[in-house]
């Protein structure tokens, strides 16, 4: 922490005085905090392909050709590749279901714990129609979780109450999020930036003054700088049928 600390610390903070300064100092917080962690922290590798259980000679051979090929040949190579990978893939999953053991079966059911399934089954997107189309899957997923046509709402009513007097609205205190972000937890899932809690804890500790400017601003010119919100489709447990909308629900980072 205390590495991070030291080159995020001194980083210098931008003044707010209008919506697009609002916008760029909170984009440019964004970016300090991930120069400080490309800085401090290692970078996740990925693993080695050649150390999976369905990696051959064959495969060796036609890596080695993408390698040495350019060109058009290359574009057939990885081709060649990627038919060699698919082909491994099947006649593995063949022989492991068709010639297993118990202990086999159950190495396979932990196999999911903890991955994401990156494609929901097919989707009831109309009556009696059932689609795999992302594109139809999300109209189906907007029309259900979300209110598409507004309707038009006067607001000022024959029996609305006098109004209230206005008062000025009280500015965010250090103390407030402080107490906000003692309830998170460091492994609550990030939003669109990817900045987890325990980095903004860090740079809130740090530059308060950075975050007190930023969320006051907000309020007081009416914007929020982060317009986009990113939709994460997530299965409710134990449901009958994962064909239907409301066996999902969009919670939003």
């Not at 970078?43 to 369905?54: F, M, S, T």
């Not at 991955?115 to 009696?128: F, G, M, N």
């Amino acid at each position: 922490m205390d590495s991070w600390l030291k080159i995020f610390g001194p980083l210098p903070s931008l003044p707010i005085t209008d919506i697009p300064s609002l916008e760029h100092t909170a984009l440019q917080l964004h970016k300090d905090m991930d120069s400080a962690s490309s800085q401090v922290f290692s970078h996740h590798k990925a693993p080695d392909p050649q150390g999976v259980c369905w990696w051959n000679p064959d495969h060796d051979a036609a890596l080695t050709f993408v390698h040495s090929s350019s060109g058009a040949s290359k574009k057939a190579a990885i081709t060649t590749l990627c038919c060699t990978i698919a082909a491994s893939k099947h006649k593995w999953a063949y022989n492991f279901l068709h010639h297993t053991t118990s202990d086999n079966l159950w190495e396979a059911t932990a196999w999911q714990k903890g991955h994401s399934i990156k494609r929901i089954p097919p989707l009831l997107v109309a009556p009696h129609c059932i689609s795999d189309d992302l594109r139809e899957m999300m109209e189906a997923f907007k029309n259900h979780f979300f209110v598409i046509d507004h309707p038009e709402v006067n607001p000022f009513q024959a029996d609305n109450p006098d109004p209230l007097p206005p008062h000025d609205l009280a500015p965010i205190t250090q103390g407030e999020i402080t107490s906000a972000l003692s309830t998170i937890s460091n492994k609550l899932a990030p939003g669109l930036s990817g900045i987890n809690y325990q980095l903004i804890k860090w740079a809130f500790r740090s530059r308060p003054n950075h975050f007190l400017d930023i969320f006051n601003a907000t309020i007081t010119l009416g914007h929020h700088p982060q317009s986009d919100t990113l939709v994460v489709i997530i299965p409710k447990p134990a449901k009958p049928n994962y064909s239907l909308p409301k066996a999902y629900y969009p919670p939003s980072p």
